[in-house]
């Protein structure tokens, strides 16, 4: 059994920062590369940032300059650094992780954590 358990999430003022943390628990897995998605009320659900095993990271334009995703692969974790955080960032936060476990390589989700900035 593979779970990812998400935390940080909150209430801001725009301007402001937050920090979400995503860990993975369970047993015989390995983290291949991991994300953090969300969604806004009435929106589909959208890709923030990647990272890759490696470290190597990718963001969408929306939160470039602002967002920083950054992993400890010792503590099977990835973090997301939210700053000048802006209303139209509100959104449930979604982290992502592809896990292979024994010889089986999948797609998982967490449970996902509310953040609203107020204007």
């Known amino acids: 059994q593979v779970q990812l358990v998400e935390s940080g999430g909150g209430l801001v003022q725009a301007g402001g920062s937050l920090r979400l943390s995503c860990t993975v628990s369970g047993t015989l897995f390995s983290v291949n590369a991991m994300g953090w998605y969300r969604q806004a009320p009435g929106k589909q659900r959208e890709l923030v940032a990647g990272i890759s095993s490696d470290g190597t990271a990718n963001y969408a334009d929306s939160v470039k300059g602002r967002f920083t995703i950054s992993r400890d692969n010792a503590k099977n974790t990835v973090y997301l650094q939210m700053n000048s955080l802006k209303p139209e960032d509100t959104g449930v936060y979604y982290c992502?992780?592809?896990?292979?476990?024994?010889?089986?390589?999948?797609?998982?989700w967490g449970q996902g954590t509310q953040v609203t900035v107020s204007s």
């Open positions: 992502n992780a592809d896990i292979t476990r024994w010889i089986i390589r999948k797609n998982y």
